[in-house]
């Protein structure tokens, strides 16, 4: 192994800079030329590769985003594109590819092992922590605390106004970050697309509650449950209460990295180089506890994710 390439692809995570940093610096610490792979796997088909060194690097570790960029790319779901890939990672000699990404990224990775017997290796970041085979992802924990300080200020707002908040947060397919912000928040309810909640039933709860001396709720949605206007506003009119929705949407994917998601960042990387050298082929990098791990990459997007249930029923006790 001389030389590595490496390429963020799916949406930006904060943390992604620092891994990349870390995977620069542990690589040319073991004697390994680093390119870096712009735009995603489109630049893997357009061959915008350029080589990156320790200084190329600095101060970075904490920056939200990605110096690489990143793009959605279509063209690398097919054949023609994984071909080209493939003769660029040929082109440049690269011996091996970390992918620092989501489920999404890791599907195209492998395809790029199985098209050209160059070994990759995935390092997960993503706010979704929508990943098999680790506890979380770089990039959560940040979007997670970027979610809190917003809505603990609506909060304050709502106590003021005794209003229901409904708060949208992202999520298309997968709970997970709905889940860690509602249950941190204290929400009153927090919707999921895992977990069917219909309105009248929420409705109901909020009656209770009131009726139990609450005078304002938070109500913490994933944007995969449904169209968030229509259910506020269907709530307004079944209860009468004053309803507002908050949209955080993009917010939450940029931003400074929090201590957490930069030390994973560090780790992650610098464990993706070293399995490189030790003649891994297909793995994605992880954590389980605290301890750090590495899983075959198919397993992180074959594999589906459980949300944790008991800390959902935990989140409905804890906020009666
Ligand atoms: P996030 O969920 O955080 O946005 P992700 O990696 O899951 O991260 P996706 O948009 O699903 O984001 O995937 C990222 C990129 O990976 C896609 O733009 C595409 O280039 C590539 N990709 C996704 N699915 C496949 C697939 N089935 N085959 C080949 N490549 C894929």
Known sequence: MKRIGVVTAGGDAPGMNAAIRSIVRTAIFNELEVVGV??????????????????????????????????RCEEIKTEKGIQKAVHTLKNYKIDGLIVIGGDGSFRGASELYEASGIPVIGVPAT????????????????AVNTALFTIDRIRDTA????????????????????????????????LVPEIKLDVESICKKLE????????????????GV????????????RTGYDVRLTILGHALRGGPPTA?????????????????????????????????????????????????????????????
């Open 38 to 71: 712009e735009r995603g796997y489109a630049g893997l088909i357009e061959e915008k590769i350029h080589s990156l060194d320790i200084r190329s690097v600095s101060g970075i570790i904490n920056h939200g985003g990605t110096i690489l960029r990143t793009a």
């Open 226 to 237: 449904g169209d968030s206007s229509l259910i506020a506003e269907e709530i307004r009119k």
């Open 208 to 223: 209770q509650g009131r009726k139990k001396g609450k005078t304002s709720e938070i109500i913490v949605m994933a944007e």
């Open 127 to 142: 706010i979704d922590n929508d990943v098999a085979g680790t506890d979380t992802t770089i990039g959560f924990d940040t």
């Open 260 to 320: 957490h998601s930069r030390i994973l960042a560090n780790q992650f990387g610098a464990l993706a180089v070293e399995l490189l050298l030790k003649g891994a082929k297909k793995k994605m990098v992880g954590i389980r506890g605290q301890k750090l791990t590495w899983v075959d990459l198919d397993y992180s997007w074959k594999q589906k994710k459980d949300l944790n249930q008991h800390l959902y029923r935990l989140a409905e006790i804890l906020s009666s």
């Open 159 to 190: 106590t003021s106004h005794e209003r229901v908040f409904v708060v949208e947060v992202m999520g298309r397919k997968r709970g997970f970050l709905a889940l860690a912000v509602g249950f941190a928040e204290g929400a009153e309810f927090i």
